[in-house]
């Protein structure tokens, strides 16, 4: 665990068949981490950060989950950081212009180490 990030990696494909599973999923996994961090009394979560890594593919109800997971994100004032999606998932993402949406504290990085250190050192997360 590092304080004030909720690191979470994609293992499928997300496409018709379960991008809305993944996406209620995603927040899911951010609800039970800030109700675990208000019992603990640690401090607050942040960002969330994608790993994408073994995401392999995505099709267009993929990318509109990702819309609505960014507004959903944003909705709860936190940072998204997407991490090393393979060739083919950035090429769909940066086509369907979702990545046109996410605000300048939302970004793109090729680890989850240089995620955490860009956006700890940017917003002392």
């Known amino acids: 665990r590092i304080p004030s990030f909720l690191i979470l990696g994609l293992q499928a494909p997300m496409y018709f068949a379960n991008s809305t599973y993944l996406q209620e999923r995603i927040l899911r996994s951010i609800r039970e981490e800030e109700e675990r961090i208000e019992l603990s009394k640690e401090a ?10 073994a995401m392999t593919a995505i099709d267009t109800s993929g990318i509109d989950a990702f819309y609505e997971l960014e507004k959903a994100i944003k ?10 999606p393979v060739g083919s998932v950035m090429e ?19 680890s989850i180490d240089e995620a955490i250190s860009d956006i700890s050192t940017s917003s002392k997360a």
């Not at 909705?75 to 090393?84: D, F, I, P, T």
């Not at 769909?92 to 090729?110: E, Q």
Request: with cysteine.
């Open 44 to 53: 607050m979560l942040k960002c969330v950060v994608l790993d994408m890594t």
């Open 75 to 84: 909705k709860r004032s936190l940072q998204l950081a997407l991490v090393n």
């Open 92 to 110: 769909k993402l940066h086509k369907s212009k979702v990545l046109d949406v996410f605000s300048s504290d939302n970004g793109l990085y090729m």
